[in-house]
């Protein structure tokens, strides 16, 4: 329809410049012959304007439509006189109502009087003394705020039936304006943008007035404007932000996102429709470049178009730095890695469970030497004391190997073992998932005591300071003990613990839960206190598989996965 408008609009446009007539019709009304008279001055005052040219129309007012506009173009009503040697001009035969009269002595003076009442049949209407006056200019530029070619916009003024060409860049202007106030309408052609009136805009004489931007009123769904994206490093958490939309085109905002990496689609990412400036995603896993797009949606329902993308990529205060996945009997092969500790100079020892061995690797990750085979039959648990001898739990007994992987001492208990570790010299042994015992050196027992219910606690770790630390998932907590087994502090844990470390020097709590959709681990790091430091994600095919982690002395982290025999090296860049 707006097409079809536009077309009639250039049509009458042309057949107005081409066609006069002195019959004044339009918004008047025929009630006889009244005659408007006025003298003109040239731009001294003083001298009398000879032989200048007055040109009457009638004053078409804003509230008209667009058939009537078209129909007022189409008449081309207008009528002309010219001024004698007095500057005198006579315009008669005029019916009534409101006209503008615009004269002009043919160069760059003009003179306006956009309100001209005639009221009464044979009245004759005197008009002031005019002064003709060097001409001003009024220019702008045409703002479409969800886009298009401009050139498809026509701004019309009023009273003076002028049109203005709008060019490529949006920009317009109405050159040789007589001083006084002007009335535009911009009307579009294009698709969802509506008329815009603006009314009394002042032109001064031998200026030009620089209205600058005219954003054209846009009506159908908008595209979201300034989607920026901000992503906090500590937390993990992406935020997407954007202007205000207009409220009374816009019900609600849709979020999408995929993932670049892998090529995948564009997903919807809020659940209902969002009516906030900002959304804040905290589910991208580390490493991985997103891309988000947001999208409007209309009091009906109908989702507008989304908006230009803006990507991020997910880093962290830990990063993915290696991974060894290699199944085998050989050196550096596993068959389910169940866990990991490490000496105090840097030897790495990993449970290779299936191939009932440990292998022992320095600390640039290369291969030493394996012990164990044939005394071990399953291992699990391995905690190494500050002589680097090893501690390797299987079933009901402790193994300990001196350095060199020659078997010292065996303790065998009453009660499966869930977890070791080592302080001061002391094995701590977590039996039956609700007790700790404590041993000597030499294996003698000290002491023990109940840590909770049966099959509650899964694992144990140790910190410098005395801290035993062991999670309860009964309760979903981790429990903090001193030494004595006096409970210092519990934390509340959010889910199932799959595996705990503690960073002793900086009072730091690394734990690895799977999270509520299943395709992920999550490593979290926090204080004492449960406040976040870090997190961290880790995607799995094996969702339940087991986990094990260790804090080698270089700061890296190892993710142990068992199922998939994956070992996952972790940078950390922890203050």
């Not at 040697?85 to 160069?107: E, R, W």
């Not at 009442?117 to 703002?143: E, F, Y």
């Not at 700790?436 to 300071?465: E, H, M, P, Q």
């Not at 979290?524 to 870090?534: F, G, L, P, Q, R």
């Amino acid at each position: 329809m707006k097409t079809i408008l536009t077309r009639l609009v250039i049509f009458y446009i042309a057949l107005y410049l081409n066609c006069t007539t002195n019959n004044i019709a339009g918004n008047s009304t025929q009630t006889g012959n009244p005659t408007i008279v006025g003298i003109l001055y040239c731009p001294d005052g003083k001298t009398p304007a000879k032989r200048a040219k007055v040109t009457l129309r009638n004053k078409n007012s804003l509230a008209d439509t667009a058939g009537i506009l078209v129909k007022r173009l189409a008449l081309s009503d207008s009528a002309t006189a010219m001024t004698n040697d007095s500057g005198k001009f006579v315009i008669d035969s005029v019916d009534t109502g409101t006209y503008v009269i615009v004269g002009t002595d043919g160069g760059n003076n003009l003179a306006l009087n956009d309100s001209v009442p005639v009221k009464s049949k044979d009245s004759v209407v005197t008009l002031p003394p005019d002064t003709l006056k060097p001409a001003g200019a009024l220019k702008g530029v045409i703002r479409l705020s969800e886009g298009g070619d401009p050139r498809k916009v026509f701004i019309l003024a009023f009273g003076i039936d002028r049109f203005a060409r709008v060019n490529a860049d949006g920009s317009f202007k109405f050159a040789t304006l007589a001083e006084g106030k002007y009335d535009l309408r911009v009307i579009s052609s294009l698709d969802n943008y509506g008329v815009l009136d603006i009314v009394n805009i002042p032109v001064g004489s031998g200026d030009t007035l620089n209205m600058d931007s005219i954003v054209l009123p846009f009506t159908g769904i908008p595209t979201p404007k300034n989607v920026s994206i901000k992503y906090d490093t500590l937390k993990q958490i992406v935020t997407l932000s954007w202007s205000k939309p207009d409220s009374a085109l816009v019900k609600g905002l849709n979020v999408y996102r995929r993932n670049v990496d892998s090529n995948s689609v564009l997903k919807q990412v809020n659940t209902s429709p969002i009516t906030d400036t900002l959304y804040r995603d905290s589910t991208g896993i580390q490493d991985q470049t997103y891309e988000y797009r947001v999208s409007a949606i209309d009091k009906n329902a109908t989702e507008g178009v989304k908006s230009a993308g803006v990507s991020v990529k997910i880093a962290s205060y830990l990063a993915l730095d290696t991974i060894y996945s290699s199944k085998g009997s050989a050196n550096s092969q596993f068959d389910y890695p169940a866990d990991i500790s490490f000496a105090s100079n840097g030897d790495i020892y990993i449970v290779d469970y299936n191939n009932n061995r440990i292998q022992v690797f320095d600390s640039a990750i290369h291969f030493k030497r394996q012990f164990g085979s044939p005394i071990l039959n399953k291992p699990y648990k391995i905690a190494i004391d500050s002589q680097q001898n090893a501690f390797v739990a299987e079933n009901d007994t402790v193994f300990k190997f001196d350095s060199t992987g020659t078997m010292i001492n065996k303790i065998t208990l009453s009660f499966p073992i869930f977890d070791i570790d080592v302080i001061s010299n002391d094995l701590f042994v977590l039996t039956n998932g609700d007790s700790i015992t404590v041993f000597s050196n030499d294996g003698n027992r000290k002491r023990a005591w109940k840590c909770g219910n049966v099959n509650s606690s899964n694992y144990l770790v140790s910190g410098n300071s005395g801290e035993i630390i062991l999670n309860n998932d009964d309760s979903k907590n981790i429990l903090f003990f001193d030494s004595l087994g006096n409970n210092l502090s519990a934390i509340k844990t959010s889910a199932y613990v799959y595996s705990i470390a503690f960073d002793s020097p900086k009072q730091r709590l690394f734990s690895v839960y799977l999270n509520n959709s299943g395709d992920s681990y999550e490593l979290y790091v926090t204080d004492k206190n449960n406040v976040e430091i870090a997190n961290y994600q880790i995607p799995t095919d094996q969702p339940g598989e087991g986990v094990a982690i260790g804090l080698h002395q270089n700061g890296t982290v190892f993710l142990l996965f068992s199922s998939t025999n994956r070992i996952l090296l972790l940078k950390s860049f922890l203050p």
